[in-house]
Antibody
C-alpha cells in the first residue's frame, strides 16, 4: 500500500524557517517524481514544487522561488521541503504527492494527509 | 504561465442530476488535464487523467472530455457521496502543474 506521511509542520514567525519531510513507503520511491502542493485555509490547491526521480529536474512556483528548496533522499525514501523567509501567505496545509506518468500524461495519484504550517507572530 | 479557470465556482444540484463543470486553459494544453475530487478535511483524489481517462476504481458516473483549451467534467447522476470540491489541473512536460480554482458541489 502506498503511503506518504508528512511531518515538520508547525507555528513559525514571519521570516523564520521550517523543514518539511515526507516518508514514502509501499512503492519504489526512486522511480517516481514527487511534488509538494499546498492549500491555504479555505482556499484552493496550489502547486509548490516538483522534483524528478533522480533530482535532475526541479521546478518551483513563482510564489516560493528563491525561498523554498525541494530535495529528496532516495536511499531513505524521503522527500523534503526547506522553507526559508516564511511569510504569512505561506500558511497552509502542505501535501506531499506522488507523480505518475502514463506515456506522456502526468498526474498526481497519491497524496499524503498533509502537515499544517502556520506563519504568525 | 498557463492560467486555469473553472466554472461555476459552486453549484447545488439534486441527487440523480447530471452535473457539468468546465475548465478553460489560457493556452493550448493538448489533453494534459486532470480532475481531482477533494472532500472536506481530506487530501485530493485523482478521478480523471489525460482529460478523459477514468482512474482505476473511480465510479463510471464520472467522466471528462475536451482538448486544447476547453474541458468538461461530468457527473452523470449526482450521489450524496459526491459532495466535494472538484479541481482541474494542467501539467506540462516540465513537471509544472497548475490547478484551477475549484468548483464546490453540494446537494440541493
Amino acid at each position: 500500500e502506498v503511503q506518504l506521511v508528512e511531518s515538520g509542520g508547525g507555528l513559525v514567525k514571519p521570516g523564520g524557517s521550517l523543514r518539511l519531510s515526507c516518508a514514502a513507503s509501499g512503492f519504489t520511491f526512486s522511480s517516481y517524481s514527487m511534488n509538494w502542493v499546498r492549500q491555504a485555509p479555505g482556499k484552493g490547491l496550489e502547486w509548490v514544487s516538483s522534483i524528478s526521480s533522480s533530482s535532475s529536474y526541479i521546478y518551483y512556483a513563482d510564489s516560493v522561488k528563491g525561498r523554498f528548496t525541494i530535495s529528496r533522499d532516495n536511499a531513505k525514501n524521503s522527500l523534503y521541503l526547506q522553507m526559508n523567509s516564511l511569510r504569512a501567505e505561506d500558511t497552509a496545509v502542505y501535501y506531499c504527492a506522488r507523480v505518475r506518468w502514463v506515456v506522456v500524461a502526468a498526474m498526481v495519484d497519491y497524496w499524503g494527509q498533509g502537515t499544517l504550517v502556520t506563519v504568525s507572530s | 504561465d498557463i492560467q486555469m479557470t473553472q466554472s461555476p465556482s459552486s453549484l447545488s444540484a439534486s441527487v440523480g442530476d447530471r452535473v457539468t463543470i468546465t475548465c478553460q486553459a489560457s493556452q493550448d494544453i493538448s489533453n494534459y488535464l486532470n480532475w481531482y475530487q477533494q472532500k472536506p478535511g481530506k487530501a485530493p483524489k485523482l478521478l480523471i487523467y489525460d482529460a478523459s481517462n477514468l482512474e482505476t476504481g473511480v465510479p463510471s458516473r464520472f467522466s471528462g472530455s475536451g482538448s486544447g483549451t476547453d474541458f468538461t467534467f461530468t457527473i452523470s447522476s449526482l450521489q450524496p457521496e459526491d459532495i466535494a470540491t472538484y479541481y482541474c489541473q494542467q501539467y506540462d512536460n516540465l513537471l509544472i502543474f497548475t490547478f484551477g480554482p475549484g468548483t464546490k458541489v453540494d446537494i440541493k
